[in-house]
Nanobody, 124 residues
Framework: QVQLVESGGGLVQAGGSLRLSCAAS????????MGWFRQAPGKEREFVSL????????LYADSVKGRFTISRDNAKNTVYLQMNSLKPEDTAVYHC?????????????????WGQGTQVTVSS
């Protein structure tokens, strides 16, 4: 069955870094665009970043641009999110998601598969 399993979250001080990973199985990873979304307590889920099937195109939310980097390794069926210069407002559960459409989208409803998420907590 389809699985997306995130890892790499944790507690970090402001200004620190974390690298999230999302391991995919049960579908043809290289034919899906991948996205990262996050949801903080009491807030709606928000788009963070996405990467195209080949990895040639990426997109970032304005709030993380210049600090976060998304990448993927299709041989390992894994997508990554390198997060630098973390801020307390980055605290959230981070989810990866898979989108089969050739059209890149920031909209969560366009994504067919979702992981359970990994908690990122940034202390001030």
């Amino acid at each position: 069955q389809v699985q997306l399993v995130e890892s790499g979250g944790g507690l970090v001080q402001a200004g620190g870094s974390l690298r999230l990973s999302c391991a995919a199985s049960g579908f043809t990873f290289s034919t899906y665009a991948m996205g990262w979304f996050r949801q903080a307590p009491g807030k709606e889920r928000e788009f963070v970043s996405l990467i195209s099937r080949s990895g040639g195109d990426t997109l970032y939310a304005d709030s993380v641009k210049g600090r976060f980097t998304i990448s993927r390794d299709n041989a390992k069926n894994t997508v990554y999110l390198q997060m630098n210069s973390l801020k307390p407002e980055d605290t959230a559960v981070y989810h990866c998601a898979a989108n089969a459409s050739p059209t890149l989208s920031r909209l969560g409803r366009r994504y067919e598969y979702w992981g359970q998420g990994t908690q990122v907590t940034v202390s001030s």
